[in-house]
């Protein structure tokens, strides 16, 4: 029984498409017929096809077969590498609070300090 592909949304059904035609035009640039990059990617013809059509089944160690056969295989190093928006968030966490929420913080801890005669506990006389 076949697995069922991923649900994958338009947006990125357009990526993939975009990136599978990308590949097919790399592929014939470089005057190489589907036989021979499959042949070399070590992947049947059926598979070469999916991945220039964008197929959300076919894995990614398929399409980074075919990108190694085109030469193209360090260009995997671009994918996800400028994380804008993970950066910003690991920033926003180590800002330090503003030193007027760092004022009230520790005032209210000074507030709520017990004296030490509290500490010693009801009816015990200091020496």
């Given at each position: ?53 964008g197929d959300p089944g ?39 609070l503003h030193s007027s ?27």
């Amino acid at each position: 029984m076949p697995r069922k592909p991923p649900t994958v949304f338009p947006q990125e059904q357009r990526l993939l498409s975009a990136l599978g035609e990308r590949l097919k035009l790399a592929r014939l640039r470089r005057k190489l017929s589907n036989a021979v990059v499959a042949l070399r990617a070590g992947i049947s013809r059926t598979s070469l096809y999916k991945v220039e059509a964008g197929d959300p089944g076919a894995t990614l160690g398929t399409y980074l077969r075919v990108l190694a056969v085109l030469g193209l295989e360090g260009d995997i190093n671009a994918l996800g590498a400028d994380d804008k928006v993970g950066r910003k968030l690991q920033d926003l966490a180590l800002e330090p609070l503003h030193s007027s929420a760092r004022r009230r913080s520790t005032t209210s801890k000074a507030n709520t300090a017990l004296s030490p005669a509290a500490l010693r506990g009801p009816g015990v006389e200091s020496s």
